[in-house]
């Protein structure tokens, strides 16, 4: 072999050694996505929203057990998922004999699915959220003594613990970052947490054992009440529960979303296969009809343009695709085992 030989058969190793770049460019999370936490498996499972195939598995063993819940930041780069080492599939009354565990928080890239921070809690918690403002991370501990835990986003400082009550649970802002609410499921109250302040501001009567919140694009605050099977409606900017708007229902609330293009509320049927829809008339959110899912819709999200709807089946390891004008369903996405959560970034 000559000189030009060697200098030949270099280049073409020099070449065909730059393709593994190509591999480590598709491992970017360049697609429109809906992240899917499965508290089974111990994954988050990516489905790319064009093929309605899940693209990428992101594996959390080595941050922690039963992932609950998942989150998107305001700016759409990172993800929260909290990690309370309890299955929260299991009783109420297992939660408080689990004295033992613990719970956590982790912060994943979104563009990429690597861990970016590990947040160690003493108490089990059941989901953590951005602030609105994107500087902050917000976690309740689920026990009889409950606190709220404010901690910086980028370095996992804590920077606040403030004393809630008995049995928080999902941790919500209001759609003006004023307040962070949470249930109180041993009482007949939520809580509105002053997000500047860090204090808080007030104790809002509903219904008796709230199980959670859910903060809507309609604006107001909706409080979904498994055990006697009614949601209670809070206006953000008075801080009270309407005495007059509430919803009775026949079945265990889960999820609750608004889809502002057809002004219908979409409730998730707590362990069954349907989600029901609401119309607004006369003030008063009336019942629509129905739709099947899969088995034990959990949760759900809609599409930037609220033509598709995403439904978590928690025991069905499905997502259910949903077509919104029509009610009908188009496909089921296998994902992880006991998914729980998902957010879309678009």
């Known amino acids: 072999m000559n000189i030009y030989q060697a200098f030949s058969y270099s280049l073409i190793l020099l070449v065909f050694s730059c393709k593994p770049k190509e591999e480590i460019k598709s491992e970017n999370i360049d697609f429109p996505a809906a992240y899917v936490v499965n508290g089974g498996s111990n994954t988050v499972s990516i489905i790319d929203l064009n093929e309605r195939v899940v693209k990428k598995i992101i594996q959390l063993t080595d941050l922690g057990r039963f992932p609950h819940h998942i989150q998107l930041s305001p700016d759409s780069k990172k993800l929260s998922v909290a990690l309370p080492?309890?299955?929260?599939?299991?009783?109420?009354?297992?939660?408080?004999?689990?004295?033992?565990?613990?719970?956590?928080?982790?912060?994943?890239?979104?563009?990429?699915?690597?861990?970016?921070?590990?947040?160690?809690?003493?108490?089990?918690?059941?989901?953590?959220?951005?602030?609105?403002?994107?500087?902050?991370?917000?976690?309740?501990?689920?026990?009889?003594?409950?606190?709220?835990?404010?901690?910086?986003?980028?370095?996992?400082?804590?920077?606040?613990v403030i004393p809630l009550g008995a049995d928080p649970s999902e941790v919500v802002f209001t759609k003006n970052g004023d307040y962070a609410i949470v249930a109180l499921a041993e009482s007949s109250f939520i809580v509105a947490v002053n997000t500047k302040l860090k204090k808080v501001e007030k104790f809002i009567k509903v219904a008796p054992f709230p199980t959670n919140v859910w903060s809507v694009s309609d604006g107001r605050i909706y409080v979904e009440n498994k055990n006697l099977n009614t949601i209670d409606i809070v206006d953000p900017e008075t801080l009270n529960a309407s005495e007059d708007d509430y919803i009775n229902l026949d079945f265990k609330p889960g999820q609750i979303a608004y889809n502002k293009s057809l002004n219908e509320l979409w409730v998730c049927q707590a362990g069954n296969n349907k989600v029901a829809y609401f119309e607004r008339k006369a003030n008063k959110w009336v019942l629509k009809s129905s739709f099947i899912t899969n088995d034990d819709a959990h949760a759900l999200a809609f599409s930037k343009d609220e033509k598709i709807a995403y439904v978590v089946n928690q025991k069905g390891n499905t997502v259910s695709v949903i077509n919104t004008a029509t009610h009908e369903k188009i496909t089921d996405i296998p994902v992880g085992v006991n998914p729980n959560g998902i957010v879309l970034r678009e």
């Open 85 to 160: 080492e309890f299955d929260f599939t299991l009783s109420h009354d297992l939660l408080h004999q689990a004295t033992d565990k613990k719970g956590g928080i982790a912060v994943i890239d979104a563009l990429n699915g690597k861990s970016l921070l590990k947040i160690p809690l003493e108490k089990i918690n059941f989901n953590a959220v951005f602030s609105p403002d994107n500087t902050e991370i917000w976690t309740a501990s689920a026990n009889h003594s409950g606190e709220m835990y404010v901690y910086d986003a980028n370095t996992g400082i804590q920077k606040a």
